[in-house]
């Protein structure tokens, strides 16, 4: 519901659209208040309802959002306990400081970049092949595009399960195709780099169609001519991949890291259901402990309320950096076109 | 003038719609608001019966077992809803908020064993006194159980429903082909009054064990079945954290270290999915096994193994499990619920229980009822489960609780032993990375 005209509003203190209609010869007194009041009304209308519109977001914001996060930070400085969460007691940064010296968290963190990367990187790149596919002229095109984003509409939960019945030591089918090849099995739950890739799986099977339809949608903005003059100077697919449709979706790759990284950062139920029973440990060894995990682990397993909003706070500020990089690497991006 | 009247319409839906939205949340709100008042119930309702809500978490199975409907015939005036969370990590956080805050209460609350020291300590305020309540009588219980959930100054703030008195469940099969005897009482002589001897018997399964099976599911089984027979094992009488020094602690992890270093293991991890596959599969020969466990072993084991399993007395008893009902203060039909949680407590009711779901009875006056005393349990070759479990919940010592006995010892289970038995870690570096563990979690 938009106002009733497409006019910008006024500013302020000149009249709102007056009727264009010529004045009549002798407005009565009461003609002119009405006019007034109506205009008064119009203009009041034009400046509050933009307001009135966004409101219900707004406050859903402050109250779901804004309220929570400025309420996690004022926890952080005290030292809470989920037995009794109304009794906090002033600790200052203490909470903050002990993460410096806490190997679990930087553990966790290196566990989270490690994931974010061996799941990102070849996420995007299979993402931009399919979506390089997808760009051809297919039959039934429509099916494949849906196709490539179910694994999108599944929840995390239920396809974490599946992939962590298929990553099973005993059982699980991947080990079963490794026996037929000869590879002895492997018990993914338990190794290192194993853990953390079974759970990347998870996540690129998860997200690589979804982005592969950006791509899609950003390659079909792409001009055809210059596929066309690039063919006429003799330029191979590939060769047309790289120098024509790459170039042309920078802006779109970098959103889509952009997201990727902060989707990343946030990773937490598909290590939490990948460990079974287990919980937020993250394996025997934390070795696919998430800040996710770990800040679930130390809220709501060990009860620490106070460290665990000091976590959630060191996650925002990382987020608020990698913002701060990725806006920086964008106007690069601009100067240098 | 078409125009016009679509412009109309189009005015018309958007509107609905938004109506429509508006409700929704509207609507939304106050359900949210109706479950903050203690109860969820409200007033009397339609039929003019006072609602009380049961808060739990999994199967408890008083509906199942029929004690519900029982309850409300006997008292017309009363309707009972039950509410469970499936997990208690979830269901626990969230009762803590809820007493904390005194909204959001059923008028009954279960409480895990594992949580009821930290209940007892922290939240006693916030709970009614039951010790007293009309019908409940202290001689009833198991002293250790009536003990676990009694404050200093002698306020029962919960009141037990099961327990999980331990044995050895075993497979017939794989001992025979092993060379062991198979009657079970036979079998319980092989290890009894001593986990060594357990262990023992462990290395003389596995010299001769049929392909591909290990003497037991998991080293974190060993541990659990060890630490649940000994009286002092995180928390020494004054409340402090002793379990670096405790001797009960070292023994059981060596007994653990024993089984995983000596390849007696499966090395499994207890209620994951390859756990389960392994008892279809009949891939180890025993697991220390509560009353609980039985109806367990016989859904993943299926019909292929029945008559395989049987069930012999542990090498020593001890306790794994078990419940607490509790009344929260802020409930708002308090003596209702009272009764309620003395009668779903009652020996007759708890041996109803037994009979039908296994719980077994926390109520030592149950265990002479006929329901327990003559119970069998046809999948595990007519064992008498009343009398073996009995006999292993006297023998239980009375076991000192404290606030954070499940971190510790899930911890030293899913981190230590795990790492040990499964990554094949020595248990010198098991044991380091565990109490790193344990100690991140203890530091508040």
């Known amino acids: 519901m938009s106002p009733p005209t497409g006019t910008a509003p006024p500013a302020a203190g000149t009249p709102g659209v007056s009727p264009p209609a010529p004045v009549p010869a002798g407005p009565d007194a009461a003609e002119l208040r009405r006019r007034a009041r109506r205009s008064r009304r119009y203009r009041r209308d034009l400046r509050w309802s933009p307001y009135a519109f966004v409101a219900p977001f707004l406050l859903f914001f402050l109250a779901f959002g804004l309220f929570p996060l400025l309420y996690t930070g004022w926890a952080s400085l005290h030292r809470v306990e989920l037995t009794d969460p109304t009794h906090m007691e002033w600790v200052g940064l203490r909470n903050y400081t002990r993460l410096w010296d806490d190997e679990f968290f930087w553990n966790a963190l290196r566990n989270t970049l490690t994931i974010g990367i061996i799941s990102t990187v070849p996420q995007l790149a299979m993402a931009l092949g399919l979506a390089h596919l997808l760009n051809y002229r297919l039959r039934a095109s429509t099916f494949w595009r849906v196709a490539v984003l179910t694994p999108y509409a599944t929840s995390i939960a239920a396809a974490t399960l599946v992939f962590a019945l298929l990553f099973g030591r005993d059982y699980g089918m991947i080990n079963w195709v490794l026996g037929q090849l000869g590879v002895d099995a492997v018990d993914w739950q338990n190794g290192h780099w194993s853990a953390q890739l079974a759970v990347s799986t998870i996540v690129i099977w998860r997200w690589t169609g979804y982005n592969a339809l950006i791509y899609l949608a950003a390659m079909q903005a792409v001009p055809r001519d210059l596929y066309e003059s690039a063919a006429l100077d003799g330029a191979s697919r590939w060769q047309q991949f790289r120098h024509v449709t790459i170039p042309s979706l920078r802006p779109t790759i970098l959103f889509t890291a952009v997201v990727s990284t902060i989707g990343a950062t946030q990773l937490f139920g598909e290590p939490l259901l990948f460990s079974g029973s287990a919980g937020a440990t993250g394996g025997s060894d934390h070795q696919y402990q998430t800040l996710g995990l770990y800040l679930y682990e130390q809220g709501w397993i060990n009860l620490h309320l106070g460290r665990a909003s000091a976590i959630a706070w060191a996650m925002f500020l990382i987020l608020l950096l990698i913002a701060a990089v990725n806006w920086l690497i964008a106007r690069r991006l601009r100067k240098s076109q | ?444």
């Not at chain 2, 331990?166 to 025979?176: G, N, Q, S, T």
């Open chain 2, 1 to 444: 003038m078409r125009s016009r009247s679509r412009s109309h319409r189009r005015r018309a839906v958007v509107l609905a719609a938004v109506c429509a939205l508006g409700a929704g949340l509207l609507g939304g709100c106050a359900d949210d608001g109706g479950d903050d008042r203690a109860g969820g119930s409200g007033g009397p309702d339609t039929k003019g019966r006072t609602t009380l809500t049961v808060g739990v978490f999994g199967v408890f199975g008083y509906k199942q077992a029929g004690l519900y409907d029982e309850y409300m015939e006997l008292n017309p005036d009363i309707a009972i809803k039950e509410t469970s969370i499936e997990r208690n990590e979830n269901y626990y956080p969230q009762l803590l908020t809820h007493l904390s805050t005194g909204s959001g209460l059923a008028d009954i609350q279960a409480v895990e064993v594992a949580n009821i020291a930290e209940i007892t300590a922290t939240q006693a305020d916030r709970l009614v006194d039951l010790s007293k309540a009309p019908g409940v009588r202290k001689e009833d219980f198991i002293p250790w159980k009536w003990q676990q959930a009694t404050t200093g100054d002698g306020r029962t703030v919960g009141l037990g429903t099961d327990i999980g008195p331990m044995a050895i469940c075993y497979r017939k099969d794989l001992f025979r082909a092993a060379g062991l005897p198979t009657d079970r009482e036979e079998v319980g002589k092989l290890w009894a009054g001593d986990w060594d001897k357990y262990i023992e018997t462990g290395r003389r399964y596995q010299r001769k064990a049929p392909d591909g099976t290990s003497f037991v599911d998991s080293a974190g089984g060993v541990y659990k079945a060890v630490v649940a027979g000994s009286p002092r094992r995180y928390y020494d009488t004054a409340g402090k954290v002793i379990y670096k020094d405790s001797p009960a602690v070292r023994q059981a992890w060596g007994h653990a270290m024993d089984a995983a270093t000596g390849k007696l293991t499966a090395r499994l991890q207890q209620f994951q999915k390859e756990w389960d596959q392994a008892f279809a599969n009949g891939r180890f020969a025993t697991v220390s096994c509560p009353p609980w466990m039985l109806g367990y072993i016989k859904e993943k084991a299926g019909p292929a193994a029945e008559d395989q399993w049987d069930v012999a007395a542990a090498p020593r008893p001890g306790n794994w499990g078990g419940s607490f009902l509790t009344v929260p203060a802020a409930s708002r039909h308090k003596d209702e619920a009272i009764k309620l949680a003395a009668w779903l407590t009652a020996p007759e009711q708890q041996a109803k229980l037994f009979a039908k779901q296994a719980s077994f009875p926390s109520a030592q006056s149950a265990y002479a009822l006929p329901q327990v005393a003559g119970a069998r349990h046809p999948y595990f070759g007519d064992a008498p489960t009343g009398k073996i479990f009995a006999e292993a919940a006297r023998g239980v010592p009375a076991q000192i609780l404290g606030p954070k006995d499940l971190v510790i010892d899930q911890n030293i289970v899913d981190i230590g032993v795990l790492q040990v038995d499964r990554q094949g870690k020595s248990p010198q570096d098991g044991w380091r990375a565990a109490t790193r563990t344990i100690d991140n979690a203890l530091d508040e």
